[in-house]
């Protein structure tokens, strides 16, 4: 099995895994009381999850097609690990101030899957990865997009619905307005921060990477 195979398969089974963690994390949640389908799939968790899903089984398919990936699949890829990223980090410190808060928060192994350990694979893949491309910083403003889009959608959705996905966007649930825009801002900060982290590996000298500019066709060997 060469390097590339092993890479192609490793990702089959992440994705799958991501998959399990998807379906068994929706299937804990329905004996929740206040269960919604919309609002299962309103969390940032859920929809990095399934976009995380659909770029790593692209990743595995191009690697057993082809020798190097191609710039827009590594741009998807580092965006995707830094979703699912945040959302462990942010998902790390709700759980760590619930137990300072003297109330306990159920940590199923699902979420512990989707939260913690696919995560923390994907970043392997990635910082060992020797067939990424060389990302430019600019990659950085796409990178927040989708979470400044989610942001948006999910206070203006909240007051019109009643349920917000994670408390710190509920203004009656922390002292106002001013501390959800805090909050706000610290995940736009943590996005960005593990976006350029994500950007950097693939600029250090030591690191392999394709030695073409940013974005140029590449052609098969």
């Known amino acids: 099995m060469t390097t ?22 929706f299937y804990y949640t329905l004996g929740v009381a206040s269960f919604a389908m919309a609002n299962f799939f309103s969390y940032f968790t859920v929809q990095s999850a399934i976009a995380s899903v659909a770029v790593i089984l692209t990743a595995a398919i191009v690697a057993l097609r082809r020798p190097i990936d191609p710039a827009w699949l590594d741009m998807l890829r580092a965006m995707v690990t830094t979703y699912i990223l945040v959302s462990g980090v942010v998902y790390g410190i709700i759980v760590w101030q619930s137990s300072s808060a ?106 392999p990477k394709h030695l073409l500019p940013p974005w140029q066709p590449r052609s098969e060997p």
């Open 4 to 25: 590339r195979t092993a890479f192609a398969v490793a990702r089959l089974g992440l994705a799958a895994a991501g998959l399990c963690g998807l379906i068994g994390y």
């Open 102 to 207: 003297n109330y306990s928060i159920e940590v199923p192994w699902s979420s512990q899957l989707l939260h913690f350990i696919i995560p923390a694979c994907a970043l392997i893949d990635w910082m060992i990865d020797p067939f990424k491309a060389h990302l430019p910083w600019k990659y950085l403003g796409w990178a927040i997009v989708f979470p400044v889009f989610w942001l948006v959608f999910t206070l203006i959705r909240g007051p019109i619905v009643g349920w917000y996905p994670y408390f710190f966007l509920d203004a009656r649930q922390v002292s106002g307005p001013g501390e959800t825009v805090f909050y706000c801002l610290i995940i736009v900060a943590i996005i960005t921060g593990i976006a350029a982290l994500l950007t950097g590996i693939t600029r250090l000298k030591r690191m």
